[in-house]
């Protein structure tokens, strides 16, 4: 059974920083391209950042992009969002998922999800 397990949200204040972690069981997951999404009340799940499975090579959103650091650790099976200078509209319940091979940034294209862990940023 596959299992992705997000901590490390909570409530922080603009400017601050959080780092996620996302631990993986039941799959191999050096196999797998890891991808962090984010989902606000009322909005559609988002993409915010993703690497590849040898850690290579990472992509991250315009809104991510200088902020946020995506980082793996193949031999812990956990996949870490490092995010610095929070804003306001970072806010939102952030969820790890892992796709089978190549990395992608379509959230339609990932296999598994974890349950989501809420971040949320005070002004």
């Known amino acids: 059974q596959v299992q992705l397990v997000e901590t490390g949200g909570g409530l922080v204040q603009a400017g601050g920083s959080l780092r996620l972690s996302c631990v993986a069981s039941?799959?191999?997951?050096?196999?797998?391209?890891m991808g962090w999404f984010r989902q606000a009340p009322g909005k559609e799940r988002e993409f915010v950042a993703a690497i590849s499975r040898t850690g290579h090579n990472t992509y991250y959103a315009d809104s991510a992009k200088g902020r946020f650091t995506v980082s793996r650790d193949n031999a812990k099976n956990t996949a870490f969002l490092q995010m610095m200078s929070l804003k306001p509209e970072d806010t939102a319940v952030y969820y790890c998922a892992a796709k089978l091979g190549p990395t992608r940034v379509l959230r339609w294209e990932y296999d598994y999800w974890g349950q989501g862990t809420q971040v949320t940023v005070s002004s």
């Open positions: 039941g799959l191999p997951f050096s196999n797998y391209a």
